[in-house]
């Protein structure tokens, strides 16, 4: 089940004015008063940062989200279960995208028996949440036993080898955070004693937002600029070309749940590749695009 968490972020403000109250007490010599601003930078930038990446949902979103849990928890038939979906999606709608809701809205299109819809947010819930075992179990339900999580790595996949350890929104907020540290040790090292201390940790922290800021480029690349999809009706017959005049592109229909890569777009038709199988055309409307 998904829970909104809210977090409490404090506040740089009330630490800077302590800083400054101590300050009253005992006079600060020249090379301290220079550490106390770059210490005050430094918190600044992390606030802003983490202001900026968390936004806890208000009271409106919380309480849509515990109405379409509760009527999925009372369906009892796929078209309550189909409801229930419907008030996920509207949650979705105003631009919260998050794995928790997306696994839930996966959850009800699999128990409205809408395998192919399930699959889809399935798949999209576990690059938020990567290493979370009950979407990676109900996607392997979906998918069945003999379909594996994962299709083809590419070479960045070994290269980058804790891609799938990091959620995809999380690997820019550490990127914005390394760097900001990557900053405040250069600010430190400028202004205080131990610069060598400080200049290497600011190397340092510059090597690990490189590292975060190519790892997230390449999720951005993976999940923004390539589009995925799956077939959602039970039999879905691929054509050579954007018409139905065309021959079949494979030897047997696509079923439901059947994965592809988005290559084109012409009018209502679509042109796929499925891995291990070639390319082909489908309708729009017997597919979902994520």
């Known amino acids: ?14 630490m800077v ?22 210490c005050a930078l430094g918190l600044l930038i992390l606030s802003l940062i983490s202001s900026g990446c968390q936004r806890s949902p208000d009271a409106p979103l919380v309480a849509r989200f ?15 279960f189909l409801k229930a979906a419907s008030l996920f999606q509207e949650i979705q709608k105003t631009g ?19 395998r192919g819809r399930a699959i889809a947010c399935y798949r999209q819930a576990l690059r938020y949440r990567p290493r979370d075992p009950y979407v990676k179990a ?14 083809r ?24 955070c390394v760097g900001a540290l990557a900053l405040l040790g250069g600010l430190a090292g400028r202004f205080l004693a131990a610069r060598r201390l400080f200049y290497n940790l600011a190397c340092g922290s510059l090597v690990v937002m490189l590292m975060l800021a190519g790892s997230a480029g390449y999720d951005w690349y993976r999940f923004e600029w390539v589009e995925h999809g799956v077939i959602v009706s039970e039999r879905v017959e691929a ?12 030897n047997q229909p696509l079923t439901e749940g059947t994965e592809f890569r988005l290559l084109e777009s012409r009018g209502d038709w679509r042109r796929i590749r499925i891995e ?12 979902v695009i994520y």
Request: proline share 2%; net charge neutral; with cysteine.
């Open 1 to 14: 089940m998904f829970i909104f968490e809210q977090k409490e972020i404090v506040s740089v403000t009330g």
């Open 17 to 38: 004015a302590a800083c400054h109250r101590r300050s009253d007490d005992k006079r600060l010599r020249p090379a301290d008063r220079r550490g106390g601003v770059a």
């Open 66 to 80: 515990q109405i379409a849990q509760t009527a999925f928890e009372q369906a009892d038939t796929s078209e309550e």
């Open 96 to 114: 919260i995208v998050n794995g928790g809701l997306l696994y839930n809205l996966g959850n009800a299109y699999m128990k409205a028996e809408r």
């Open 138 to 151: 109900n996607l392997q339900f979906a998918l069945g036993s003999g379909t594996p999580l994962r299709g």
């Open 153 to 176: 790595r590419e070479v960045l996949d070994f290269v980058l080898f804790w891609q799938d350890w990091i959620g995809y929104s999380t690997k820019f907020q550490l990127t914005a």
């Open 239 to 250: 054509r050579k070309g954007n018409s139905k005049s065309y021959a079949p592109a494979f």
């Open 276 to 287: 291990g199988s070639g390319e082909g055309w489908i309708e729009s409307q017997w597919a």
